[in-house]
């Protein structure tokens, strides 16, 4: 079982920036995904990025341009760099893996394909 642990959250001034990490335990698939996903109070959960192990990254429309997904294997971490936040950022942010999984870059991720590890969540308030 992977173990995720996310970190950075805070709260930030609208048009602010923060950098979320999520470290995790080895992944023993040949090939992953890696997401981020976040749930607003009294919101279904919606996926903001995933990334895979050749690369390909998919984004949510609505934070295209502001946020970056990226992956550090050297240290077993998961970053998402989110630059012009807004008040509807605002949100409970969680990392998510899934094993023998692929992105498509056209496609946000949804939270029925991970059905692997998810962490504990960081929160993210942004105030206008």
């Known amino acids: 079982q992977v173990h995720l642990a996310e970190s950075g959250g805070g709260s930030v001034q609208a048009g602010g920036s923060l950098r979320l990490s999520c470290t995790h335990s080895?992944?023993?698939?040949?090939?992953?995904?890696m997401a981020w996903f976040r749930q607003a109070p009294g919101k279904q959960r919606e996926g903001v990025a995933a990334?895979?192990?050749?690369?390909?990254?998919s984004y949510l429309d609505s934070v295209k341009g502001r946020f970056t997904i990226s992956k550090d294997n050297t240290k077993n971490t998961l970053y998402l760099q989110m630059n012009n936040l807004k008040p509807d950022d605002t949100a409970m942010y969680y990392c998510?893996?899934?094993?023998?999984?692929?992105?498509?870059?056209?496609?946000?991720?949804?939270?029925?394909?991970?059905?692997?590890?998810w962490g504990q969540g960081t929160l993210v308030t942004v105030s206008s």
């Open positions: 990334i895979d192990t050749d690369g390909y990254i």
């Open positions: 080895h992944i023993s698939a040949p090939y992953w995904c």
């Open positions: 998510a893996t899934e094993g023998f999984c692929a992105v498509s870059p056209t496609t946000p991720p949804t939270s029925l394909r991970y059905r692997g590890a």
